[in-house]
């Protein structure tokens, strides 16, 4: 089936046919993975699953599961949720139709689904049957000064565990009923975020892998799945090769990986950053393009490190990065197999890779 048409159509089918590196999307939404799908994607690279928490009966349900006092709770307003996001990946699966979905764990910017002010608290503590005064104590005790340098992504997920829990289940339900509905079985890509020690992934992974087998168990039947993690912190660059063991693919979050390296937030960049690059002393913006002195060298080091343990372990990248032509050059270079990035710019991206590996090719031979 041709994505595109007329002349536009035969050149983007001719940059198909010498690209090595695949090209996915980042995409939530079932318009995402569908404009994701027209523009050529071959895949989900990321599905974010926090931007599917933000609808009022969802959010709300969240902020229960945060501010319960005991697993019980917690569970319980997890439970909530289960079906909301069952629905939701039933639907990327059935538009993918069968190409690969990576689903990345909640990965929650959590002072954004706290409570905030009287009325939400005191609307919690109904929900809850608590007085105000201990909900109050609870938001306090967990709020942040550096939130995207805190209870962030899988230290969430295991301290609490239901959320994980919940997100695995509803995703082996989809993928069940999927392979039920069309004969086939779309083969999920789970995702750990902002992994930075091999314990966080092995305890993780366990979570989802106990999460599988009690799904299969109820349904009779198994599907095959894969679980890997993001590699967005120094430290996981470091420890790539610990990682590995644990990882059936690793995604580069160099959204995270340049904030990290640079010490530079992510969220202000915009403020002092362009003096620098105007002055010289950053040669280019460090969140659009990779570097490959700094971010870029951590980026090769973990590939290899990653390889070393497991030979051909597949590696992608997801942030910004991943739609930028330039660092797309860099991500062939480096041995990637996919980039991933939003679905206006996959058409660029296949032309990058297509770039990519014809410049190589010259190298080569000259
Ligand atoms: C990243 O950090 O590069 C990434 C893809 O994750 P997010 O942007 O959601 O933090
Ligand atoms: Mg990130």
New binding site residues.
Partial sequence: EPKVSGHFGTMMGWADDVRTLKVRSNAETPLDAETAKRFGAEGIG?C?TEHMFFDPERIGAVRQMIMAGDEDGRRLAVEKLLPFQRGDFISLFRIMAGLPVTIRLL?PPLHEFLPHGDQELAEIAGVLGVDFATIQRRAGELSEANPMLGHRGCRLGITYPEIYEMQARAIFEAAIAIAVETGAAPVPEIMI?LVGTPRELEITRKLVDDAAAAVFAVHGRTIEYQVGT?I?LPRAALLADKIAKSADFFSF?????TQTVYGLSRDDAGKFLPKYVESGIYDKDPFVTLDRDGVGLLVQMAADKGRATKPGLKLGI???HGGDPASIAFCQEAGLDYVSCSPYRVPVARLAAAQAAIGNRVDRTS
């Fill in positions: 990321l974010r990965d975020p993001m967005e979050g160099t959204n995270d990986l997801c942030g910004e």
